[in-house]
């Protein structure tokens, strides 16, 4: 349900944020950086890209998907190997337990886009990065053996040949069609003690491509960057 949810709702919120086309990363209050010898246990990659046709709906392209989650998982092998940090990596759980996790992520990684660095924000908050995944976070600490979990949500969309060409038609006649290529994504850090958010970064912006290997590897960088460490 919330999978489904998130469907209908990332890209509204993509279209309304996209003239902020940098990544933007918060701490958790309290939280400096990670402490010596924590573990990480590296969730399944929640990604998903879309093609815009004519009308402007966005429709899955599971090929186009395979590719992006291809390269995004070279890619975190790459950072692994390099990180110097303890990885558990997840990328073949498929249980429900880490599956609806993951989509519980989704959905707060957009509440935090909306109410933390958009414009709806939160007044309880007072402008802290105060979000939790509550106690499922718990369970997944137990099931890994890791003190944090690394969350990586991110979609993509890419406007068709035929929606290329209204676009072109369009402007000789002077109506703007939106071009569709939003991409956003969010990447959490979450202490898996208390469920506590203590990192997250935000991605949204008209450029990359992950279907394209460089441009994936260019898209993660951006999302993680500033990571603690």
Known sequence: MIRKLLQGSWLAV????????V???????????????AKIALMPLDVELFEVGVGGVAEPRADWTT????HLNEVYRERKAKAGMQIVDMADDTSDEVAELNALHGAVGTAITVHHFGPLKLATKEGKLDWSLG????ALRQRSGADYA????????YA??????????????GVGIHPGGIQTGYAS???LQTGRIVWFNRLVRGSGD???????????????AEFPK
């Open 14 to 21: 993509a279209l309304s944020l996209a003239a902020a086309a």
């Open 23 to 37: 990544a933007q990363s918060n701490r958790a209050e309290g939280f400096v950086k990670l402490p010596s010898g």
């Open 67 to 70: 590719a992006a989650l291809k």
């Open 135 to 138: 106690s499922e976070a718990n």
């Open 150 to 157: 690394l969350f990586t949500f991110i979609r993509d969309n």
């Open 160 to 173: 068709s040949k035929e929606r290329i060409a209204a676009m072109i038609v369009g402007a000789l006649f």
């Open 189 to 191: 850090l979450v202490d």
């Open 210 to 224: 992950l279907r394209e290997r460089d441009a994936a590897r260019e898209t993660l960088d951006a999302l993680l």
